[in-house]
T-cell receptor
Framework: QKEVEQNSGPLSVPEGAIASLNCTYS??????FFWYRQYSGKSPELIMS????GDKEDGRFTAQLNKASQYVSLLIRDSQPSDSATYLC????????????FGTGTQLKVEL | KAGVTQTPRYLIKTRGQQVTLSCSPI?????VSWYQQTPGQGLQFLFEYFSETQRNKGNFPGRFSGRQFSNSRSEMNVSTLELGDSALYLCASSVSPNTEAFFGQGTRLTVV
């Protein structure tokens, strides 16, 4: 079992729709969770961080964390073509300090 | 505020050579982590430094090494380069361990 799992996609959504990206992780003691966006040929860009159960909203983005289910998700409302990218889920596991374990990423395509 | 700066941006090296990559973190950030990104393996953790001390090391051979200086700048070195070392090497900085990490533009290393 991989430590951090994501569907590789591609996930295709029409412009204006809600895109839902999911991530599961194996270490129950994980404390910190992050979503990064990576455009082709570029470096990852931090979008959201979440540390406690529940929802955290920032503009069009909402991160959701459920530690009991070991599940973290990212919702993108009013998806735009510029949101087309690979979204990486990253987890800081128990005792890992700033060592982030990344999923393989979900490719999102927002279609006109 | 300047972001994370990595130099050089691109490198071409020959098998057997060694290479040194540099990372200047965001001002005030004391934690620096290094990652290797390849199409096949995704983002993999190399090492993490905080206050000039290596706190974590990933599962890479001893040919990969790093250090951090008193001004928080960091370098990583790869000796006896192999073709498989061709990758995007990313540096991320954060204020301290377990806080949000911000990536630099990366150094794309090609080994021929």
């Amino acid at each position: 079992q991989k430590e951090v799992e994501q569907n590789s996609g591609p996930l295709s959504v029409p412009e204006g729709a809600i895109a839902s990206l999911n991530c599961t992780y194996s270490d129950r003691g994980s404390q910190s969770f992050f979503w990064y966006r990576q455009y082709s040929g570029k470096s990852p860009e931090l979008i959201m961080s979440i540390y406690s159960n529940g929802d955290k909203e920032d503009g069009r983005f909402t991160a959701q964390l459920n530690k009991a289910s070991q599940y973290v998700s990212l919702l993108i409302r009013d998806s735009q073509p510029s949101d087309s990218a690979t979204y990486l889920c990253a987890v800081s596991m128990t005792g890992g300090g700033n060592k982030l374990t990344f999923g393989t990423g979900t490719q999102l395509k927002v279609e006109l | 505020k300047a972001g994370v700066t990595q130099t050089p941006r691109y490198l071409i090296k020959t098998r057997g050579q060694q290479v040194t990559l540099s990372c200047s973190p965001i001002s005030g950030h004391r934690s620096v982590s290094w990652y290797q990104q390849t199409p096949g393996q995704g983002l993999q953790f190399l090492f993490e430094y905080f206050s000039e001390t290596q706190r974590n090391k990933g599962n890479f051979p001893g040919r990969f090494s790093g250090r951090q200086f008193s001004n928080s700048r960091s370098e990583m070195n790869v000796s006896t380069l192999e073709l498989g070392d061709s990758a995007l090497y990313l540096c991320a900085s954060s204020v301290s361990p377990n806080t949000e990490a911000f990536f630099g533009q990366g150094t794309r290393l090609t080994v021929v």
